[in-house]
């Protein structure tokens, strides 16, 4: 903050006419004024210029307000009476941060603002967009999904050459990692897909009603609910849960195993990636997600069961004796086929991302975030291949 002496204090109320600190009424008052005589082209500060006097919204937006624009104008700042660094970058910023063409001030004045000048950074130029960087940057996505997936195909190719390893010497085949994994991606993720089955089953039983009531075709829900639940959204809610909850762990695991540098020890014992890590999930998966869609349908049905019941009469003797002539078991084999797909896919996926993780808790992030995204994404629309490939079964 820069104090002016008795003499520069004098000097400033003779010239502004205002009064100062060294008057009887002092005004600290900021303000603005383009005197008549001076034509209108000289701007003069008044007051106390200070981050005290700015403290207050309303008169810093006033004064913001107040400032004049023009590049021709003058600026004389003999008559504030105290000009601090919070005022001197509002002048700064306001002037386009270069220095007016006229400008009268008092030294501690112009020392306050070329510090100012000195340690205000400029922003970025804001770069223009143009059709060669627009080219260029789909350039560059197009060879990233292409990487992508030469690295997911090559993990495929290594997969089955594994499993083929696996039937010549089962002995030597990862049976506890197996086990383990089953376990944790299976048995653990029976609450939940339960419970969302459930929930699921109720919401579309209580929906389909009332629009089967206006047609006195109340019966006709079991055949809805079960072609809906077994064929499609089953799997499809198996699927989505498995891939956000056991997917993005898979890519955590093996992603940190990278950070800690387990990936490449493994690597100097000769202990294959893809035999340990990769086919030991992709089996597991395999097995357990035919179980979990299974396990989900039936909840689903129960929890559609229930709500028919409730809402439309529907007994649940009724309902178990139409299941079976309204969902043939061409439906059922579909959905267990489907299951097994979305399986190999989301370890697939899962294994992928994890193994491109960067040794940093960032990339660490990232890898697990796209594992998740692209797994839901490649199940959606493996799904929709399914639908339209055998639209003819089970219907």
């Known amino acids: 903050m820069t104090s002016l002496t008795p003499a520069e204090q004098a000097r400033a109320c003779a010239v502004t006419m205002q009064s100062c600190k060294l008057c009887p009424m002092p005004d600290s008052m900021p303000r603005i004024e383009q005197p008549a005589e001076t034509g209108g082209v ?39 009476v105290q000009l601090d660094h919070v005022a001197a970058q509002l002048l700064w910023d306001h002037w386009g941060r270069r220095w007016p063409a ?8 112009r020392a306050v603002l070329e510090r100012v000048a000195r340690f205000t950074v400029s922003p970025p130029a804001r770069k223009r967009t143009t059709w060669l960087a627009s080219y260029l940057a789909l350039g560059a996505f197009v060879l990233r999904v292409a990487d992508h997936l030469m690295s ?22 990862p049976w506890r990692d197996f086990s383990g994994l089953l376990y944790r991606i299976g048995a653990t993720a029976m609450p939940i897909t339960a419970l969302v089955g459930f929930l699921i089953g109720v919401v579309l039983a209580y929906l389909t009603s009332q629009q089967l009531k206006q047609f006195g075709a109340d019966a006709y829900i079991v055949n809805i609910l079960g072609v809906a639940l077994i064929r499609e959204l089953g799997p499809m809610l198996a699927a989505i849960l498995i891939a ?7 890519t955590a695991q093996i992603g940190v195993m990278r950070v800690t540098d387990e990936l490449d020890a493994m690597r100097v014992m000769g202990i294959s990636h893809s035999f340990r890590l990769v086919m030991p999930r992709a089996m597991a998966l395999a097995v357990a997600m035919p179980l979990i869609s299974v396990w989900t349908t039936l909840c689903a049905l129960a929890g559609g069961m229930l709500a028919a019941d409730i809402s439309l009469g529907i007994t649940p003797t009724f309902f178990m004796n139409a299941l ?25 996926v899962g294994c992928h991302f994890g193994l491109r993780v960067e040794p940093n808790t960032q990339s660490l992030g990232e890898g697990t975030t796209s594992s998740v995204v692209t797994s839901i994404t490649v199940v959606i629309l493996v799904d929709a291949l399914f639908a339209v490939l055998f639209k003819d079964v089970g219907i």
Do not use: Y
Not at 153 to 159: E, F, K, P, Y
Not at 326 to 338: F, P, R
């Open 42 to 80: 000289w701007v003069r500060l008044l007051g106390e210029w200070t981050a005290a006097q700015f403290a207050r919204p309303r008169l810093l937006t006033q004064i913001q307000g107040g400032l004049p624009r023009g590049g021709e104008l003058g600026w004389d700042l003999r008559g504030a």
């Open 102 to 109: 006229q400008l009268e001030l008092l030294p501690q004045q």
């Open 152 to 173: 997911f195909i090559r993990l495929i190719g290594q997969l089955a050459l594994n499993l083929l390893r696996l039937a010549l010497a089962p002995h030597e085949g």
């Open 244 to 250: 956000g909850r056991s997917g993005s762990a898979i």
């Open 324 to 348: 079976p002539q309204a969902v043939q078991l061409d439906t059922l084999v579909l959905a267990s086929a489907k299951s097994v797909v979305f399986g190999l896919l989301i370890a697939l």
